[in-house]
């Protein structure tokens, strides 16, 4: 291509750039007030930040608040229930027993009952026998335009999926559980074989591709397809474990569940279902926040000297609170919750573990960096926002840095938050087509006034 081409299609891009950029400066923007006098709840919550009711649902519960006797509410201890079940309880039970539990927690979901040994391990192999993608899918779908966003790879392989399911369309129940069940157990092998090409195609990485190992458990086969050597501690696929339960699922009003809900009510299909909560999980107000908080620490890590000086870290925590380091943002990432305030019961429950994988990895300094940081943050933030009802770290405080020492790579944290919600996306989703007879539409009030059409000559 010779010089006058290139300047002719850089000069056409500008032009095409400052059209576009004008064009964006007719879009309107609503007047903040009149949410206010038309008391729309703007992201489905009230002033007090509780919920709008859009639904009932038995497959969990979040609890935060505890009712008084006069009617009022009070901040409490988080707590996070699967079926009716303390996920703290359910979590202590399967680790004492030393078992897996995310295909337990899965079972629970699904079926709204906690398996007995015969039906676990019957339910154990189906999902081993499901997991397995199409003859020649990595070949002809995977590694073909490798994308950088592994999300997006996956959202295009479930779509493709559905071209080879011959009862793709049927929402019969018995069919969108076999539906559900082969999705959860591909989604390890999707994610981690889009990872591979993105690492070999777009950084020069050395392309391995394992075949999954159906008597493994999820997060043991997420290690076992991703590092070349296969192996990996009991320790560290228990915690990965851990995270996948905790993760996978949280209420019907989060973002990408309540897409769930809605995409289904339409009556579309499983595959298209699904890659419409993958899209919503994507976004880095919902599914990327603990990328946020490890690219934070790197920052506070490179900007404090002395780690456990209280003091120090207290003075540059300020900083990115007051929109001076960092993102700018003035957020502390992983400090705060929608719901929670006391406590998040998953943070707390992570916390017992990602001690112990840090003492195994020789990382106790960065664990006990994040500690203070945990704690050091909760005073400033009540005290900077006077917020009185109290501030706590989330789960994602702390993933980050757990799936850093399991040298997951950045790219599949996300990906892996997908990999456990599916659980709860699928047991939702049925929920809806069992109980459901109408579309989801909520409404909008329109604030635009009508105007009469104007002439292409008189404008």
Request: glycine residues 6%; hydrophobic residues 35%; charged residues 25%.
């Amino acid at each position: 291509m010779n010089g006058g081409v290139i300047i002719k299609e850089f000069t056409a891009i500008t032009h095409e750039i400052k059209t576009l950029s004008k064009l964006c400066s007719k879009v309107s923007v609503i007047n903040p007030k009149l949410y206010e006098k038309y008391d729309v709840k703007r992201g489905l919550r009230d002033i007090n930040g509780k919920g709008v009711l859009t639904g009932l649902t038995e497959i969990s519960e979040i609890q935060s608040m505890q009712e008084n006797e006069d009617g009022s509410r009070t901040p409490c201890e988080g707590q996070l229930f699967y079926r009716g079940i303390d996920v703290q309880e359910f979590i202590k039970g399967f680790s004492k027993e030393k078992r897996f539990g995310f295909e337990e927690a899965t079972y629970l979901l699904m079926f709204g009952e906690l398996p007995t040994s015969q039906e676990l391990e019957e339910f154990n192999e189906i999902l081993g026998k499901y997991r397995c993608i199409p003859p020649n899918f990595v070949r002809d779908i995977i590694m073909k335009k490798p994308s950088h966003d592994i999300m997006n790879a996956m959202a295009r392989s479930v779509l493709m999926l559905y071209s080879y399911d011959n009862k793709a369309d049927d929402i019969s129940i018995p069919n969108v559980l076999r539906q559900s069940l082969q999705l959860i157990s591909e989604f390890p092998l999707l994610a981690v074989y889009s990872y591979q090409a993105y690492h070999h195609y777009h950084c020069g990485g050395s392309l391995i591709i394992h075949a999954p190992n159906p008597k493994l458990s999820t997060a043991e086969n997420i290690l076992w397809l991703l590092r070349p050597d296969q192996k990996y501690t009991e320790l560290e696929a228990q915690i990965l474990d851990v995270a996948l339960v905790l993760h996978a699922e949280h209420g019907g009003g989060n973002n990408s569940t309540f897409t769930t809900h809605v995409v289904t009510s339409s009556g579309s299909d499983t595959y298209s279902t699904v890659v419409s909560s993958l899209g919503s999980l994507k976004g880095p107000k919902h599914g990327g926040a603990n990328i946020k908080v490890v690219k934070m620490f790197e920052d506070i890590k490179a900007n404090v000297s002395n780690w456990e000086d209280d003091e120090e870290l207290s003075l540059y925590l300020q900083k990115i609170l007051h929109k001076e380091a960092f993102d700018k943002s003035g957020l502390i990432y992983g400090m705060g919750h929608a719901i929670y305030s006391i406590s998040d019961p998953r943070a707390k429950v992570f916390k017992s573990y990602v001690e112990a994988l840090a003492i195994e990895k020789g990382m106790e300094k960065e664990y006990n960096l994040y500690a203070n940081v945990e704690r050091i943050a909760a005073e400033l933030i009540a005290k900077e926002r006077k917020i009185y009802k109290g501030v706590s770290a989330n789960v994602d405080f702390y993933s980050g840095f757990v799936y850093s020492m399991l040298g997951l790579p950045m790219e599949l944290y996300t990906p892996i938050f997908a990999i456990a919600r599916i659980s709860g996306w699928s047991a939702h989703r049925i929920e809806e087509l069992v109980n459901a007879s109408k579309i989801i539409r909520p409404a909008y009030q329109n604030v635009m006034p009508r105007r009469d059409y104007v002439p292409m000559g008189e404008r």
